[in-house]
């Protein structure tokens, strides 16, 4: 049985704990670290699939910035060309139209897909895909780690950024009893996301109309985006819808099977895009079980009275991109202990 030692774990590889992997890289470079992801690829919900060798984003759709330090990090990424700005007015349906948005805001968008800015971020880190941690013991002022092939793991410091469920499965028993009630009170709603794809010929007159659609209307739908607007210059071989569900429909509907909720959907949406909608060439379901956590923590992170546990993510701050990336400074700033395991 393999048995590895570090001075910190990073559990997942979302944007906040890359984040935060590379804060460690740069500020912290005599710790020893890793960085384990139970999936195979990297990202989190910043998820991209390709369909028919063009990439889709299916998870989150966009992200916007306040912050300066995340602004410079665009910068950044806009100049690699790895992000775009997509557009300052998105539109609303209303039940008997759509109409542009009040206001504006600018919004970003990944031309080859979420999890670009994903890869890049781990670019150089020492990151371990397709690692599920399934058990976590502390003793002899470490922690014992097992992931589910059988790997044993230790480490002086743990910081998980997976979602805040995941989280306490894991490390529960190690927290206060005051802790976990607050964490308790902060609760995620899940999303149901369809995927639905149209030949250019048939959906042009309308795909050219619109690039997102807040869903102001009905109990299914709360947001539409045309993902194909996103693949700037690159070849569009079909267009591809993407439809979020709401908090209560996804809810209610979360086990139920794949096709009738489709149905469901495309129904909905034909009342706003019209019934060319309901002939689609593919359609697919992913189902967000963990997709926008409420009641927020309102601080970067939560930590074990020893602070050898850290729990983090953005249920913390702000469950968007930005969140999870302000959060992953928030850790980022602590002083970890160099002392090697």
């Excluded at 999936?39 to 992200?63: I, K």
């Excluded at 998980?160 to 927290?175: G, R």
């Excluded at 607050?182 to 619109?210: D, G, M």
């Amino acid at each position: 049985m393999n048995s590895d030692n570090y001075d910190l774990v990073i559990i997942g590889a979302g944007i906040c704990g890359l984040v935060l992997a590379n804060e460690i890289k740069f500020e912290k470079p005599n710790l020893k670290f890793q960085v384990c992801e139970k999936s195979a690829g990297l990202g989190g919900r910043a998820a991209t699939r390709r369909l028919n060798e063009q990439v889709v984003d299916h998870g989150t759709q966009y992200f916007t910035a306040q912050d300066q330090e995340f602004k410079a990090l665009i910068e950044a990424w806009l100049e690699k060309g790895l992000v775009k700005l997509w557009t300052n007015k998105l539109s609303v349906w209303y039940g008997d139209r759509i109409a542009p948005e009040k206001g504006q805001k600018t919004r970003y968008i990944c031309p080859q897909g979420m999890t670009s800015i994903a890869k890049d971020l781990a670019k150089g880190l020492p990151v371990k895909t397709n690692t599920l941690i399934v058990e976590a013991k502390r003793h002899s002022d470490k922690w014992h780690l097992k992931t589910e092939a059988g790997e044993e793991i230790h480490t002086k410091t743990i910081v998980s950024t997976a979602p805040l469920p995941q989280s306490l499965d894991l490390f529960a028993d190690y927290l206060s009893a005051e802790t976990k009630a607050r964490l308790e009170r902060i609760t995620y709603t899940s999303c149901l996301s369809a995927i639905l794809t149209f030949s250019p010929e048939i959906a042009a007159e309308t795909l050219n109309k619109f690039k997102g659609i807040f869903w102001h209307s009905g109990n299914i739908i709360s947001w539409v985006a045309n993902d194909s607007s996103k693949r700037v210059n690159q070849p569009i071989t079909q267009a591809i819808l993407v439809i979020h569900c709401q908090p209560g429909f996804s809810e209610k509907n979360f086990e139920e099977d794949e096709n009738v909720i489709l149905d469901k959907i495309i129904s909905e949406l034909a009342l706003g895009l019209g019934d060319w909608v309901k002939n689609p060439i593919e359609k697919q379901l992913k189902k967000w079980k963990y997709s926008q956590a409420t009641n927020v923590a309102g601080k970067p992170y939560i930590a074990s009275n020893d602070n050898s546990l850290i729990l983090t993510g953005d249920w913390c701050i702000e469950s968007k991109i930005e969140g999870a990336y302000l959060a992953a400074l928030g850790v980022a700033s602590l002083d970890f202990s160099l002392t090697a395991v």
